[in-house]
């Protein structure tokens, strides 16, 4: 029988997850949060709608050096069968605000298709190649992710991040990230991304050529479909 971490957790430990984070789920099913619809339980669940919360969040954990892993949209991801012992976070932060004329400002949780119709109804473009693309803004900056041709790297602008080890928050800039092909040095420091702006272009086409070129492209991603 698996190893429940909920059930040889210290009683003051998951009422002090209850007292910080009353939305903490104990014994959640992972199979309905990926893309795959496969995964056991894990033994302790949040959805993360601040990003303020976070930092207190992984301090709990590493006070009582409680294992966690750190998630977006669930897109490609294959939770084992034997769930997950500790506690598993979903970002789901979801704000979109616009810097200025031409930059654009997502939390990690957004997902992609909303930055994409988000940044149209302001006028913006040069991020409609990203249609299709699947996963969270976050996801898409650690793995520098692209389709049809555009990168992250090609119009990110700045990010915040989230230090999980000091808790530190910085903003940096692009080159920060040493992008490389599907690839951030995040892979390596295991810092966390809260946000990142992207630098579009103000009504560069017109909304009508916009719309063409996403219809254009989801036709052609559709007859390339097996």
């Known amino acids: 029988a698996r190893k429940c971490y909920t059930c040889t957790m210290k009683k003051s430990l998951q009422e002090a997850f209850k007292k910080e984070f009353p939305a903490i789920i104990f014994n959640e099913k992972l199979s309905k949060y990926s893309t795959f619809q496969i995964g056991g339980t894990a033994d302790i669940f949040y959805h993360l709608k601040d990003n303020r919360e976070l930092p207190p969040l992984l301090r709990l954990c590493n006070t009582n050096k409680l294992p966690y892993f750190i998630f977006g949209a669930g897109s490609n991801i294959l939770f084992s069968d034997e769930g997950f012992r500790g506690l598993i976070i979903k970002i789901a932060t979801k704000n979109i605000v616009m810097e200025n004329d031409d930059c654009i400002t997502a939390d990690a949780g957004v997902v992609v298709a909303s930055l994409i119709q988000s940044a149209i109804q302001h006028g913006l473009s040069g991020i409609e190649y990203w249609v ?11 793995g520098n992710a692209g389709c049809n041709g555009l990168e992250t790297q090609q119009i990110l602008k700045s990010a915040t991040i989230l230090n999980p080890q000091t808790f530190k928050i910085r903003k940096v800039k692009n080159s920060y990230f040493r992008f490389k092909y599907r690839h951030s040095r995040l892979k390596e420091t295991a810092e966390i991304v809260l946000s990142a702006s992207f630098q579009l272009q103000k009504r560069a086409i017109t909304r009508e050529e916009q719309l063409h070129i996403i219809k254009s492209l989801q036709k052609t991603r559709i007859s390339k479909q097996p």
């Not at 299709?132 to 650690?142: D, I, S, W």
């Open 132 to 142: 299709g693309l699947p996963g969270t803004v976050g996801g898409a900056v650690r």
